[in-house]
């Protein structure tokens, strides 16, 4: 992950994306502290850490865990 000062960002703007395209991910700093205000990742990781409201059909349906269920965390969120 890159760090960029905000005047960078607005200088490369045209390599930054092309970057992103390639899967690179940037922080970008502001002010003299150049303190951390914004990270930008490429849209394909973001859309996978997109999440999910649990509880829409709180009282419209159920759902009932035998005792064996065999699947893990990771194989149940990647459904």
């Not at 905000?6 to 002010?31: C, H, M, P, R, T």
Request: hydrophobic share 40%; aromatic share 8%.
């Amino acid at each position: 992950m890159k760090n960029l000062q905000v005047g960078e960002l607005k200088a490369k703007f045209s390599k930054i994306l092309q970057d992103l395209k390639n899967g690179e991910e940037y922080i970008i700093s502001f002010g003299k502290k150049k303190e951390k205000i914004a990270v930008i990742i490429p849209y394909t990781k973001y859309k996978k850490n997109i999440q999910r409201k649990l509880g829409i059909l709180e009282n419209k349906a159920f759902c009932k865990i035998e005792d064996d269920f065999a699947i893990d965390d990771e194989e149940l969120l990647n459904v």
